[in-house]
């Protein structure tokens, strides 16, 4: 069955980094776009990043447009996102999601906090 299982989250200051990491099963992860949303308390689910199938085209949320980058390596079928500058407001479960499958992660927690 399909399957996206995200890992990476964890606590980080602000200015720090992370990278999750979805890893991909019972698709064919290859042929389709991968999205990262994320959720924050009390807020709806927002689109972060997205990259076509062969990565070639990539767009990010204006509020983390420069600070994260989006990535994919359909042989491990496995997609990433490096967030670099981290701000408290990046406080949020972090969700991969493959668009033409219509299946989510479990998600992942990032906080940013001192």
């Known amino acids: 069955q399909v399957q996206l299982v995200e890992s990476g989250g964890g606590l980080v200051q602000p200015g720090g980094s992370l990278r999750l990491s979805c890893a991909a099963s019972?698709?064919?992860?290859?042929?389709?776009?991968m999205n990262w949303h994320r959720q924050a308390p009390g807020k709806e689910r927002e689109l972060v990043a997205t990259?076509?199938?062969?990565?070639?085209?990539?767009k990010y949320a204006d509020s983390v447009k420069g600070r994260f980058t989006i990535s994919r390596d359909n042989a491990k079928k496995t997609l990433y996102l490096k967030m670099n500058s981290l701000k408290p407001e990046d406080t949020a479960v972090y969700y991969c999601?493959?668009?033409?499958?219509?299946?989510w992660g479990q998600g992942t927690q990032v906080t940013v906090s001192s």
């Open positions: 999601y493959a668009p033409g499958v219509r299946s």
């Open positions: 990259i076509s199938n062969s990565g070639s085209i990539i």
């Open positions: 019972g698709f064919a992860f290859s042929i389709v776009a």
